[in-house]
């Protein structure tokens, strides 16, 4: 240090500040990208910069813990014989066995099933501790087809036809080798140890005309009995759900960019696609100019879904349903602090653990490593995971008899406001204080 | 044998009765084991998930889709087919008697898919385990992404190969306009030309197996790595 009194205090760019700094070093050093899970860590406008009005002389609240507020809700009576009937409007999100061990599919079933909702399987195909303990299960039809067949196919209460996530619209994905254990090479029908690549479309439809014409053909193969959900990442929410519902989706699932993902490029996490908050109202919009809108296809929004106020929220701006993946991992034990010391040793700590990919999750949950495995319990797991649920179901029911609602689904727009410029636009909902959001007439 | 004329029935009624009829020989409940379809038209789906020895044979050509995800089944086309025939199909044989359009046998897990005349783009994409004989030309991108299974063609393939390519084998008797990334012409071992020798023979195609060159990864694509970013 310099003894000169004069000298200013050093300034570190905004620009090229230490976090960018250290991965400019490490892809230098590594030569490959950052490959991590979960979705955008960045703050984007969320669900907490919208606020409940309650109710007060214009409206007329209902009694807490008295007076019924439900929480039901039928996904796909459009087409299918058999909806699915749940009753509570939180569902758990698609997570593969692979990324996932079976330990903890069984535990997203366990906990699922005792609080009166689905699970989804996902990129990895149908295990049968997923179906064995799942009351109501959502079978994933992806890109890769890994594990897809016909048997698992008419196993499933829904089909949903997953077009692209909100961590990654228009791209795949990648399971490292380490991960390759051999009941995951076996499934997938790929040789142990090699890295997966999991597609970014179809191999056989490209676009809305041609995925009409897949829906027909699983409908066919399913007997028309089970509801046929379409799943996008937040990219044209407008335009994707009107193809979805024009290509006969009796379920659209909007997956914004909070939302998940096992193991993609950083860069892909955090710069593509809209944040939740911002898909839903178009997504709405698109469904209403349909005639649909809570009336023939439901809405299922998911990506940084965190309480029953994210729920409430998402439901009062149109959603039907919504659906979770990192909460639920976090409930189960996922970045739990009492594994400190192992995140340390992996250079990270508790909150922070992203690198699901490298199988070594110390929660046992994001890894195929059989003595890690063993640190999640499966019914200890879906307890915690059914009494999350239920709080939250609580705690939506809470806000919205405030609001002077017997249903869930009888929130609306008019309920909220919004504290910041941004909010107010995405949400199309007034800033807190006026009468006006960006984009209203009068401006 | 039983017919189905879908001049008159509907989709939904003829899978209805394939399905069930499937089901019914699979457990030994019925030996109604030959079916035929009439005025197909071009529809698609056509006898789509059917999971039984039932033998149909579909008089015309068809849509998208046609013997999807069968199982057991033998199915054979007496015209060409749509996108995506036989697609994840896991056991059975689907025979094409005219040409088939783009992703035959995509996804495909087992069975034998034979294709007399032609095939289009992205034969065999994303192939695990299924066998497919194309008697003339296939388009390009053909077995891209192919886990595995085995792809036959007696004439000539479009551009990129087996781009991408895993563990499937691939044998083309003509020309290769290209080969994808990863995929490389292997030596033709005695092994694999008494696979072909069989393959040809159950496919019934006029070829022997020493006319055919072998094609496979070169599986330097299988762990990522810095230096191949000029092949992602």
């Not at chain 1, 890109?143 to 196993?155: A, E, K």
């Not at chain 1, 034990?333 to 110390?362: F, R, V």
């Not at chain 1, 029911?397 to 909220?416: F, M, V, Y």
Request: with cysteine.
């Amino acid at each position: 240090m310099t003894d000169n009194p004069h000298r200013t205090t050093p300034v570190k760019s905004w620009t090229f500040d230490d976090r960018t700094n250290s991965e400019i070093r490490r892809a230098a050093a590594t030569g490959i990208y950052d490959i991590r899970g979960g979705g955008a860590k960045r703050r984007v406008p969320h669900f907490d910069d919208l606020l409940f009005l309650g109710a007060s002389v214009s409206r007329y609240p209902l009694e807490g813990y008295r007076e019924t507020c439900a929480t039901d809700v039928s996904l796909g009576p459009r087409h299918a014989a058999n909806p699915i009937k749940l009753d509570i409007p939180i569902t758990i999100a698609g997570m593969s066995f692979g990324a996932l061990s079976g330990t903890a599919k069984e535990a997203l079933g366990r906990g699922a099933t005792a609080a009166g909702t689905s699970t989804t399987t996902g990129d990895g195909g149908m295990t049968e501790e997923e179906r064995g303990h799942s009351d109501k299960l959502v079978y994933q039809y992806l890109p890769s087809r890994y594990g897809m067949n016909p048997d698992d196919l008419r196993r499933a209460d829904a089909i949903e036809i997953v077009v692209g996530q909100g961590a990654k619209p228009g791209g795949g994905g990648m399971l490292l080798g380490q991960k390759i254990s051999d009941r995951v090479a076996e499934m997938r029908n790929l040789p142990e140890g090699i890295d997966q690549r999991s597609a970014c479309r179809h191999p056989d439809w490209t676009g809305p005309d041609d995925l009409e014409i897949k829906i027909l053909e699983l409908r066919e193969i399913t007997g028309w009995k089970v509801p046929i959900y379409v799943k996008v990442g937040g990219a044209r929410p407008y335009f994707d759900t009107t193809l979805a519902v024009k290509a006969g989706a009796d379920v659209v699932v909007l997956d914004g960019m909070q939302g998940g993902t096992a193991a993609t490029q950083d860069v892909f996490i955090e710069h593509v696609g809209q944040p939740t908050l911002a898909c839903i109202r178009p997504a709405v919009k698109a469904l209403q100019d349909l005639g649909l809108h809570r009336d023939g296809v439901q809405l299922v929004i998911s990506g940084g879904i965190r309480s029953g106020a994210d729920v409430a929220k998402a439901i009062a701006l149109g959603a039907d349903a919504v659906s979770i993946g990192t909460a639920a991992l976090i409930a189960l034990g996922d970045n739990d602090p009492k594994w400190e010391a192992d995140y340390q040793k992996l250079g990270t700590t508790a909150g922070a653990y992203d690198d699901w990919h490298e199988g070594q999750d110390p929660a046992g949950i994001n890894t195929q490593d059989p003595e890690l495995q063993k640190r999640l319990d499966p019914v200890l797991g879906g307890r915690r995971l059914s009494n999350y649920l239920k709080v939250m179901t609580l705690e939506a029911q809470t806000i919205a008899r405030a609001c002077g609602k017997s249903h869930l689904h009888n929130l609306e727009p008019e309920d909220l406001c919004a504290l910041t410029i941004e909010a107010a636009a995405m949400a199309q909902v007034p800033l807190a204080g006026t009468d006006w959001y960006p984009g209203k007439a009068g401006f | 044998m039983p017919t189905i004329d879908l001049a008159k029935d509907d989709l939904r009624a003829l899978n209805q009765q394939l399905q069930t009829a499937a089901r019914a020989v699979a457990e030994a409940q019925s030996n109604e084991t030959q079916w035929r379809i009439d005025n197909p038209r071009g529809s698609h789906a056509i006898a789509v998930g059917l999971d039984g020895p039932i033998a149909v044979t579909v008089g015309g050509s068809t849509g998208y889709y046609c013997a999807g995800m069968n199982k057991e089944a033998s199915i054979t086309v007496e015209g060409s087919a749509g996108p995506g025939v036989a697609e994840n199909m896991m056991s059975g044989t689907v025979v094409i008697e005219g040409d088939a359009s783009q992703y035959a046998g995509a996804t495909g897990r087992g069975g034998l898919l034979v294709v007399k005349g032609n095939a289009a783009s992205r034969c065999g994409i994303s192939m695990k385990g299924i066998d497919i004989v194309v008697h003339g030309n296939i388009g390009h991108m053909s077995a891209f992404m192919a886990q595995s299974g085995t792809l036959v063609v007696c004439g000539d393939a479009g551009d990129a190969l087996g781009d991408s390519l895993y563990e499937a084998r691939l044998f083309v008797r003509g020309s290769v306009k290209s080969l994808g990334a990863d995929c490389v012409e292997k030596e033709m071992r005695p092994e694999y030309l008494e696979l072909l020798a069989d393959l040809l023979e159950r496919a019934g195609a006029d070829a022997r197996p020493e006319e055919f060159r072998r094609y496979g990864s070169a599986r330097q694509l299988y762990t990522f790595n810095i230096d191949n970013a000029s092949s992602y």
